[in-house]
């Protein structure tokens, strides 16, 4: 069992995640971590230091939606709780974060095809190897940003905390056959896996 596991179970996360909140401790004090970018950073290239971490839903907590996702296209509300995992960067002072849990609440143009204009907000507490919590991100999702990628789900920016002024995207690809769609009830929840890249 992984260390980021141990932690989920003691949450009560172990396996499937739900849209709720999670009490953890308070961040260690970390200046390097907790501080916005510099305005030097802010001018640096922006694929150089850029924090990368797959993501994931678990078994027993998939992205919901309410009302259910059909054919036809609908504003739905949506709320997820998704663990980073394998969280990597070329920046020294960015390497001490190896995975991450977020809570995303918000409201998303959706049909069975896929998610758009997803809009909400978003927390992250950030994690070390050894399960230590260092920081957190309050994040707002929509296509804001020069950085926005139109074939992403989680367009944004760091709105306050670790990474402040930062942009991310990102994406949740639906496992398993969507054959739901195709009726009456349509689908209330899903799970997925993909990445999210903040520069």
Do not use: K
């Amino acid at each position: 069992m992984s260390v980021l596991s141990g932690r989920l179970m003691r949450c009560g996360l172990a396996g499937p995640l739900v849209f709720v909140g999670i009490t953890v401790p308070a961040p260690a004090a970390d200046s390097a971590l907790a501080s916005p970018p510099s305005p030097a950073e802010r001018r640096a290239p922006a694929r150089y230091g850029a924090l990368t971490c797959t993501v994931t839903t678990t078994p027993d907590g998939p992205m919901t939606f309410s009302p259910p996702i059909r054919l036809r296209r609908q504003y739905v509300n949506t709320r997820a709780r998704l663990v980073l995992r394998d969280c990597s960067s070329a920046d020294p002072r960015r390497s001490r974060i190896a995975s991450g849990v977020m809570t995303l609440t918000g409201n998303a143009l959706a049909n069975c095809t896929g998610v758009s204009d997803l809009r909400g907000r978003a927390t992250v507490t950030w994690y070390d190897a050894y399960d230590r919590p260092l920081a957190r991100s309050s994040l707002r999702t929509g296509t804001q940003g020069n950085r926005a990628r139109a074939d992403a789900q989680l367009n944004g920016r760091v709105t306050s905390g670790y990474l402040a002024g930062r942009t991310f995207y990102g994406s949740v690809r639906p496992r398993g056959r969507l054959t739901r769609c195709f009726t009456r009830q349509g689908i209330p929840s899903i799970h997925g896996t993909g990445r999210l890249t903040i520069e």
